[in-house]
């Protein structure tokens, strides 16, 4: 069974901080998924990384994926309020890939 | 068009109620999914349906029974529920079935209340 852990699971700071979410596994993932949920929403796509040591940028939005593919962080720079969100990791893995399971999320606060 | 349509956007309904949760999408996308959201949680995988075949039940009690009527459609009919079933519904679709790795789009999620 593939032990999935996200953090930190709460996160509130100000206006213009930058912040780091993390999500580890004792799986090798084929490819991971981050997804932001905003409140009365349903999550959308943010990126898909694939190859080990794979670095995305996505305006202020950092991804990095692992060399080992076993884990994966995001990073925000200057966050700010419209960055509010559940931020969730969503691990492909062998043959359960299609199931799209979730990490337990990071629920993000910024303050203005 | 780019979007998951989900209605009702809010339900309450009592524990002998029975009703629907409907979900449509025409992006021309192959599998659907139900997830099942408590506050402050991550998304809950409840069932799959891919190419409108069942594919998935996640051990889900018999009182959630999906449909799914054709390609662009699917629903979720609810019987005798109880109060912890009061979550965040969510539908989703991807393009392709099983296993591809893509894109899920989701839609806003009907709010269920239980009372």
């Known amino acids: 069974t593939q032990l999935l852990e996200q953090s930190p699971q709460f996160l509130s700071i100000q206006e213009g901080e930058n912040l780091t979410v993390y999500c580890n596994s004792s799986s090798v993932f084929s490819s991971l998924q981050w997804y932001r949920q905003e409140p009365g929403e349903g999550p959308v796509l943010l990126v898909t990384?694939?190859?080990?040591?794979e670095v995305k940028k996505l305006k202020r939005l950092t991804f990095q994926f692992g060399d080992a593919r076993k884990d994966s962080s995001l990073h925000i720079t200057a966050a700010q309020p419209g960055d509010t969100g559940l931020y969730l990791c969503a691990p492909r893995s062998g043959g359960s890939n299609y199931k799209l399971t979730f990490g337990k999320g990071t629920l993000l606060t910024v303050n203005p | 068009d780019t979007e998951v349509t989900q209605t009702p956007k809010h339900l309450v309904m009592g524990m002998t109620n029975k009703k629907s949760l409907k979900c449509e999408q025409h992006?021309?996308?192959?599998?659907m999914y139900w997830y099942k959201q408590k506050a402050k949680k991550p998304p809950e995988l409840m069932f799959v349906y891919s190419y409108e075949k069942l594919s998935i039940n996640e051990s889900v009690p018999s009182r959630f029974s999906p449909e799914c009527p054709n390609s662009s459609l699917l629903n979720l009919h609810l019987h005798a529920l109880q109060p912890e079933d009061s979550a965040l519904y969510l539908c989703a679709s991807s393009l392709l079935g099983p296993g591809g790795g893509e894109k899920l789009f989701f839609g806003s999620g009907t709010q269920l209340s239980v009372l």
């Open positions: 990384v694939v190859t080990g040591g």
């Open positions: 992006m021309g996308h192959r599998a």
